[in-house]
T-cell receptor, first 111, second 120 residues
C-alpha cells in the first residue's frame, strides 16, 4: 500500500480554520484519499474522501494537489469538538476494502 | 439506525481464559471489519468479511485468534487462550458495498464504540 506522511501533532485556536497536511508521493492513479478522525475514547469516524478534485461536505473540505502527491484537510472553523487524531489514508478504489491507518495527526484546539 | 453495536464495552479477564467479543453491523452493510488498537501498534486491521465470508485474515496475530460471521447481523472475535499482550481496544466496523460494476467498491466505514479488553 502506498504510504502517507502526516505531522505528529498540530495546534489551532478555537473558531479559526485548520489545515491538516498529508503527503503521499507514491500515490497511484486508482488510489482514493480518505480522511478519518478519532475523537477521544471513540472509534474512528469518516470525514471525507476524494480522488482528484477538491471535495466539500458538512464536516470539512479536502484540497488535493494537482499532482496528487499531497492533500490538505481543511476544517473551516475549529471547535473544541474537533480535537482528535486525524488519519490520512490511501485506498485503492479497485482493490480490497482495507483501510491501513498510520499514526495520524493529533489536533489540539486551544480555547 | 443504532450504528455498529459492540459488546461488551469492557472486559477484564485472566490470562488463559477464553474471551469472546461481539459485533452487530449496520443493517444492510455487506462488509464487516475487526480492528485492534494499542499504543504501541496503533490501529491495525485483523480480519474482514464480505457477505459473511472471510476475505482477508492476514492481520490475525496467531492461531489463538479466530473470527466468525454466522449471519449478516452478527460476528464474533474469539481469543483462546488470552494473554496479557492481547490487552487492547477492539473495534468492529461495517461498510456498505457501493458503486457500479467496475467502479469503486465500498465507501466509508462505520466504527463501533469498541471493546476495551484487559488481560491480567
Amino acid at each position: 500500500d502506498a504510504k502517507t506522511t502526516q505531522p505528529n501533532s498540530m495546534e489551532s485556536n478555537e473558531e479559526e480554520p485548520v489545515h491538516l497536511p498529508c503527503n503521499h508521493s507514491t500515490i497511484s492513479g486508482t488510489d482514493y484519499i480518505h480522511w478519518y478522525r478519532q475523537l477521544p475514547s471513540q472509534g474512528p469516524e469518516y470525514v471525507i474522501h476524494g480522488l482528484t478534485s477538491n471535495v466539500n461536505n458538512r464536516m470539512a473540505s479536502l484540497a488535493i494537489a494537482e499532482d496528487r502527491k499531497s492533500s490538505t484537510l481543511i476544517l473551516h472553523r475549529a471547535t473544541l469538538r474537533d480535537a482528535a487524531v486525524y488519519y490520512c489514508i490511501l485506498r485503492d478504489s479497485f482493490g480490497n476494502e482495507k483501510l491501513t491507518f498510520g499514526t495520524g495527526t493529533r489536533l489540539t484546539i486551544i480555547p | 439506525d443504532a450504528g455498529v453495536i459492540q459488546s461488551p464495552r469492557h472486559e477484564v479477564t485472566e490470562m488463559g481464559q477464553e474471551v469472546t467479543l461481539r459485533c452487530k453491523p449496520i443493517s444492510g452493510h455487506d462488509y464487516l471489519f475487526w480492528y485492534r488498537q494499542t499504543m504501541m501498534r496503533g490501529l491495525e486491521l485483523l480480519i474482514y468479511f464480505n457477505n459473511n465470508v472471510p476475505i482477508d485474515d492476514s492481520g490475525m496475530p496467531e492461531d489463538r485468534f479466530s473470527a466468525k460471521m454466522p449471519n449478516a447481523s452478527f460476528s464474533t472475535l474469539k481469543i483462546q487462550p488470552s494473554e496479557p499482550r492481547d490487552s487492547a481496544v477492539y473495534f468492529c466496523a461495517s461498510s456498505p458495498s457501493l458503486g457500479l460494476a467496475g467502479g469503486p467498491r465500498g465507501d466509508e466505514q462505520y466504527f463501533g464504540p469498541g471493546t476495551r479488553l484487559t488481560v491480567t
